[in-house]
């Protein structure tokens, strides 16, 4: 069910369809072996944790995530970072972070 693309794939998709968010890049840069994939979401309810706190190159202020809350992923195409113990995603000026990561099978998204 999960359909992995690799990395110069995605960013191929990205200059064809759109572009990969602000901070999305510069947050990969913090985790070495972490990915960029654009993923389906069917908007099922989730556990995660939520900032609107950036740095100025857009990318989340990872100590800024709030507590676990329940929220939807988005419905249609999205860009994610995959970590070894998180994904995360920018919708607007929102970052979300699910844990689970490369070390688990995704839930309400597929990639």
Do not use: C, H
Not at 18 to 34: H, I, R
Not at 75 to 92: A, C, M, N, P, S
Request: net charge neutral; proline share 5%.
């Amino acid at each position: 069910m999960i359909q992995l693309k690799d990395n110069v794939g995605m960013l191929a998709e990205a200059v064809l369809y759109e572009s990969v968010p602000e901070g999305l890049e510069s947050l990969k840069g913090d985790y070495p072996g972490s990915r960029i994939y654009k993923a389906t979401g069917d908007g099922s309810n989730v556990k995660g944790q939520i900032t609107k706190k950036m740095w100025d190159d857009g990318a989340p202020m990872t100590v800024k995530f709030g507590p676990n809350k329940s929220f939807n992923t988005p419905k249609g195409e999205f860009w994610i970072l995959e970590t070894d113990k998180f994904w995360y995603y920018r919708i607007k000026d929102v970052w979300y972070a699910i844990k689970g990561g490369s070390n688990s099978e995704p839930f309400g998204f597929e990639y």
